[in-house]
C-alpha cells in the first residue's frame, strides 16, 4: 500500500468497503472460491464502485447480507483510501460504516460463505484483504449523529443540483452539526468534515472546502464563522466568475456549451442579452441528459438555444465562435498509460468534455472552461472519475460496459479556465494547492 501525495488523479478501481458494527463489534465476511479475487480472506461487504459510491454501499448490503436501506443507519463515510496489493492490482477504497439492527444476523450470498462479529482491534489478527484495517480506521469510531448523516446523504445522493449548489448545502449542514451536542464527542469535528469532504469522487469543491474550514478555525465559534464566511464567498465568487467570463465571449455569436452548469448558464443569458441574434447550441449530454435542462432554463430567459446530439461536436465545432463548458474539479492527475509520465493539471467535468475541447483544439476555436478556485482539490486527495449505472441494465447475465460520467480534459486543450479572479494560471493553480497543504485534517 503506498499513496502519493500530491497527485489527485491516480491508477486505482473503485470498489466501496462497507462495515457494519453492533456492540462495538464489526462484521467480517470471509470471501467465497466463486469471487475473482482474494479467495478465502476476510473482508468487509464490498463491490466495484459502479454508482455514486454511497448508494453502491447500499446495494451490496441488500445483496450480500439482505440488509435495506430503511434498516441501517450511515455513522460513517471516510476518506477514499488508496490500495495497492503485493500483484501490482491497485484499488481506490470508498469506507462506510454502518449501525446494524438488533439480533440481526446476515444472509450470506454466494460471494461470502461465513461471518464473524470481530473487536476492531482483532481485526489484525485475521488474514484480510488488503487495507481492511487502514480502511475501518477511517471510518471507527461511530459518530452518532442522525441528523447530521441524513441530510449527508442527501447531498451524496443528488445528482440533479451542480457542485456549487451542493458544497453550499454541505457548509450548512457542518454548520447545523457544530450547533449539536455530538459535535462535542472526540473527535466528531474532523470524523464529520471528512465525511463531507468524501462525498462524490469527482467532485474538488468538498475537499477544498472542508479543508479551507480546518485550516481556518480552531475553536467551535471559529469553525462556524468559517463556514458562513465560506458560503459569502462562493456566492461572491460564482457571481464573479459570470462577469469575468461574460467578458470572454465579446463579439461571439454563435456558443456551443455542453451538459449543465449554472456558471455557463449565467454567462450566456448575459451575453446574449446585450445584443440580439445570439444562437446558444448545448449537447444533450449522455448519460443523463443534462443539456436539455440547460436549454429550458436558456429558453425561459429569452436566449435562442437549441439541443444538439453529442455526435455532433466534431462538425460543430468548427461552425462557432467559441466553446464554453464548466467545471467539477481541477486536479493533478498522472496518466494511467503512461508509466511514471509527468503530472499534468485537468479539468474534471462531464463525460464527453475532453473530446469536446480537443475538437474545438483542432477547429482553431476558443473553448473555455468556467471554474471558481474552490473546485482546486487539495494535494494528494484521491478523486476518481465517477459512474453511474448504465441506464436499462437489467440483464445481470449481459455483459455491463462502464457509464462513466466525468472524464478529464488536460489544461492544453483549453484556451482559458477562467476563474473569479479571471484567467486561472497553473502557477497560480500551484499557488492555491500550497495553500490547502496545511490543513490539519488529511488522515495519516
Known sequence: ?????EVNLAPGTPVVTVFLHRER??????????????????????????????????????????LARSQVRLQGLGVPLRVWDAAGRRWLVHPFLFAAPPDWEPRLDWENVESRWVEPEAMADLDTVPGLSAALARVWPPLVAR?????LAAVALNTTEGATALAL??????????????????GAFLQAARALASLRPSLGIFPHLMARVCAQATSGEDLRLACTDLQEEVVEAAEALVGKAHQRLRGCRRVLTHSYSSACRDTLIRWASASKGKQVFCTES?????????????????????????????????????VLVGGDALALERPEDQGRAPRRFVLLNKVGTAHLAAAARAA??????????????????????????????????????RNLVFDAT???DLTAVVSEHGE??????????????TAPWLPE
Open 286 to 322: 449522455r448519460p443523463g441528459g443534462e443539456g436539455r435542462r440547460m436549454v429550458r432554463e436558456l429558453a425561459a430567459a429569452a436566449v435562442s438555444a437549441r439541443i444538439i446530439p453529442d455526435t455532433e461536436t466534431d462538425g460543430l465545432a468548427s461552425q462557432v465562435d467559441a
Open 424 to 437: 486561472l494560471s497553473q502557477p497560480r493553480l500551484r499557488e492555491i494547492r500550497r495553500q490547502l497543504t
Open 147 to 151: 441528523r447530521f448523516w441524513q441530510r
Open 410 to 412: 488536460p489544461l492544453s
Open 25 to 66: 463489534r464489526v462484521l467480517v465476511l470471509r470471501r467465497s472460491a466463486k469471487v475473482g479475487t482474494y479467495r478465502g480472506k476476510w473482508a468487509g461487504v464490498s463491490g466495484f464502485a459502479q454508482d455514486i459510491p454511497l448508494r453502491q454501499a447500499y446495494t451490496e448490503l441488500a445483496e450480500e447480507v439482505g
Open 364 to 401: 482553431g476555436t476558443p473553448a473555455y472552461a468556467l471554474c471558481t478556485t474552490h473546485k482546486v482539490a487539495p494535494p494528494g486527495w484521491p478523486l476518481s472519475r465517477e459512474e453511474w449505472p448504465e441506464a436499462g441494465q437489467q440483464n445481470p447475465a449481459r455483459p455491463r460496459a
Open 1 to 5: 500500500m503506498g499513496e502519493d501525495r
Open 169 to 186: 448545502r454541505a457548509l450548512r449542514i457542518l454548520d447545523e452539526f457544530l450547533a449539536t451536542q455530538a459535535s462535542r464527542q472526540a
